[in-house]
């Protein structure tokens, strides 16, 4: 248990995980400064506490919670001082509108402006490709329920402007889950070579749902690379009699509704065969439906026999395995149905897997500008097209 | 009797709040399961329809919950304790397999949030059946 905690930490932690399921360092003054939340508690309750209904202590209490959020991140942000500056100004108009709700008086407008600003600067830096963690997520769902309060309709204003605001809310919710796929993935295609190489070098981040672990930048030895091309070769040999998908499917794969360009036909007696990385014995197909509707073998991916085991790296820095983190399983039918959302929920009726084994594919079509990794979707396609037209 | 009815409605206040924000989340997560679903179509549509389900029972449930619906209510359990069982097969599923919770976020949409529904719903209930105490000097009067 300890080796795997160990390897897990290595992989989850800031060597090859996404931060969107982290919490970033720089971000941890802000948790810590919600410990100022029970102090503030406290001073009120010796001045007295006011006469608030329970929707306006809530309200109250998450605009502190996000002001004080704000003011840590102030202090621990290194994105210079031009962000502490709009972190202590935010912290301030949110402690100003908190002081005002303690007092009985309704947020207002300065409230609405206050929570939509906070709300659509958080939107902005996601979509300028700053990566977005658990801390800014919190806050912002904190902001996005202080939000609902404040636009919440009196009992006497009309239905209509009851839907709006329901509305809004929702608009609210899916903008902050959109900027923030789009801010992990932009993250991620920082640095173009860490995604179709599988691994990530200091500073660089993993795209949401798969954990890279962390490569020193050197080339590969001499006899690295000779471990790599061998083990090429060696797949390509004796994976050529999977040409045909029948014969995969008589040794146990499944290969049934084979479709798209990268069909993975996995074979589960020998997923717990305990081979590890045995060119005979892939524990999955990769296929392509080229343009003609022929099916191509275009690889194999190679799967460690249990979690938290790491892929033996035969070729260093050229073959470096992956695992995925916070992947969605379907149960009816069985199947994988997406990752984790920004906003903490799989879809109804499916599990988060929180870690799979580690993973390598292998691309034994000649000519493959990475023959482990990713294989470049525009090639792919082309090679495809290539052999249609062959035909 | 009306400190009760005040007191019901102030919890049922908060509860429909909580609601709102829970179906935004809901309905977010339907969309990326459609959007998922044509990425991965093994799952057949299946996630979506549930999410879409359970995001529309949480809108038009908390948009029309009142102190004297109490089908309303039923329902709201029912789709709270559905969130909350798969939370705690996927929170099993963390701790067995990396020794971690699941992510803050995660625990306070799927965790925080079904049960302070659960709880506002109770304690409302409680409270619109709860006996009014009358003072001795308005019991003479």
């Known amino acids: ?391 | 009797m009306d400190t009760n009815r005040r007191h019901t409605d102030e919890l049922l206040d908060v509860a429909r709040v909580l609601l709102l924000v829970q179906g935004a989340v809901l309905f977010a997560t339907t969309i990326e399961a459609l959007i998922w679903s044509l990425i991965f179509p093994g799952a057949a549509g299946t996630p979506f329809l549930m999410s879409a389900v359970a995001a529309v029972l949480v809108l038009v449930a908390g948009a029309r919950l009142r102190a004297d619906r109490s089908w309303m209510r039923r329902i709201l359990y029912v789709v709270e304790t559905v969130i909350l069982v798969n939370l705690v097969i996927d929170l099993a599923l963390a701790v067995v397999i990396t020794g971690h919770v699941p992510p803050i976020v995660a625990l306070l949409t799927r965790f925080v949030l079904p049960l302070a529904v659960i709880g506002l719903l109770r304690a409302s209930t409680r409270a619109a059946v709860a006996p009014v105490a009358v003072s001795p000097l308005e019991a003479t009067s």
């Not at chain 1, 919490?23 to 001073?43: C, D, K, M, R, T």
């Open chain 1, 1 to 391: 248990m300890n080796s795997l905690l160990a390897h897990v930490d290595h992989v989850i932690g800031a060597a090859g995980g996404s931060p969107l399921y982290e919490i970033g360092a720089e971000h941890l003054a802000g948790v810590i400064a919600l410990l100022v939340l029970p102090i503030g508690a406290l001073f009120l309750r010796r001045r007295g506490t006011p006469d608030l209904a329970p929707l306006q202590w809530l309200l109250a209490g998450l605009l502190a919670a996000s002001s004080a959020i704000h003011a840590g991140l102030a202090i621990g942000s290194d994105h210079g001082a031009g962000l502490s500056v709009l972190f202590i100004v935010d912290a301030v108009l949110l402690g100003l509108v908190t002081r005002r709700v303690l007092n009985g008086s309704p947020a207002g407008r300065l409230g609405v402006a206050v929570l939509v600003g906070s709300i659509g600067a958080y939107w902005v830096s996601a979509l300028r490709g700053e990566a977005p963690d658990q801390v800014g997520l919190a806050t912002k769902l904190i902001e996005i329920l202080a939000l609902a309060i404040v636009v919440r309709p009196a009992a006497s204003q009309s239905r209509l402007r009851s839907v709006a605001g329901s509305i809004a809310i929702v608009t609210f919710a899916l903008g902050t889950a959109t900027s923030s796929w789009i801010g992990a993935f932009r993250a991620s295609a920082a640095e173009p070579g860490a995604i179709t190489g599988h691994h990530v070098h200091a500073g660089s981040v993993a795209p949401p749902g798969t954990i890279f672990p962390e490569v020193p930048l050197r080339d590969a030895t001499p006899a690295e690379r000779a471990a790599a091309n061998n083990m090429v070769e060696a797949a390509r040999i004796a994976l050529a009699r999977y040409a045909d998908p029948a014969v995969a499917a008589a040794d146990g794969y499944h290969v049934n509704g084979l479709a798209g360009i990268d069909f993975h036909a996995s074979n589960p007696a020998y997923e717990h065969d305990e081979r590890v990385l045995d060119p005979a014995h892939p524990e999955t197909l990769v296929y392509a439906v080229a343009p003609d509707g022929r099916p191509v073998l275009m690889g194999a991916m190679f799967l460690m026999p249990k979690i938290g085991s790491p892929g033996p790296t035969i070729g260093g820095p050229l073959t470096v395995w992956h695992a995925h983190q916070h992947v969605c399983f379907s149960l009816t039918p069985p199947a994988l149905a997406g990752l984790l959302s920004p906003l903490g929920a799989c879809p109804i009726g499916t599990i988060d897997v929180p870690l799979t084994p580690e993973m390598i594919h292998i691309w034994i079509v000649p000519g493959a500008p990475e023959p482990f990794g990713d294989l470049d979707e525009a090639w792919k396609r082309d090679y495809l097209q290539a052999i249609a037209s062959r035909s």
